[in-house]
C-alpha cells in the first residue's frame, strides 16, 4: 500500500511561487496516477491538477492553467507541484491522491484511492 507525505507549504506573499512535494512510500508508485486537490477553508475539496503514470499526460484546472506545473520523478516516487503567481484565492491545504484509475477520472476527489495529510498554503495580499 503506498502512503503519501506532502511537504512545501507555507506563507507567501500574492505574486510569489511555491513547490510542493509529494512522495510516496511503496514499490508500485509509478503504477499510480497521481493528483493535486485543494480544500479552502469551508469549502470542498476541488482538482488542481492530475499526472498519468509516467508524466507523459497532465490535466489542469482553469484555475492553474498557465500558472501550476505538475510533475513526477518516478525514480525518487515522487509528485511535484510547482505554483508561480500565486494569489489569495490560492490559499488552501494542499493534498496529493494517489489512484489506479484513468488520468480524467483522476480529475474527481472521489477517484483518488490514497490521499496525504495535507500541506497548508497561505498567501497574503
Known amino acids: 500500500q503506498v502512503q503519501l507525505v506532502e511537504s512545501g507549504g507555507g506563507l507567501v506573499q500574492a505574486g510569489g511561487s511555491l513547490r510542493l512535494s509529494c512522495v510516496a512510500s511503496?514499490?508500485?508508485?509509478?503504477?499510480?496516477?497521481m493528483g493535486w486537490f485543494r480544500q479552502a477553508s469551508g469549502k470542498e475539496r476541488e482538482f488542481v491538477a492530475t499526472?498519468?503514470?509516467?508524466?507523459?499526460?497532465?490535466l489542469y484546472a482553469d484555475s492553474a492553467k498557465g500558472r501550476f506545473t505538475i510533475s513526477r520523478d518516478n525514480a525518487k516516487n515522487t509528485v511535484y507541484l510547482q505554483m508561480n503567481s500565486l494569489t489569495p484565492e490560492d490559499t488552501a491545504v494542499y493534498y496529493c491522491g494517489a489512484t489506479m484509475k484513468r488520468l480524467a477520472q483522476a480529475m474527481r476527489p472521489l477517484s483518488m484511492d490514497i490521499w496525504g495529510k495535507g500541506t497548508l498554503v497561505t498567501v497574503s495580499s
Open positions: 511503496g514499490r508500485t508508485f509509478s503504477s499510480y496516477a
Open positions: 499526472i498519468n503514470w509516467s508524466g507523459g499526460s497532465t
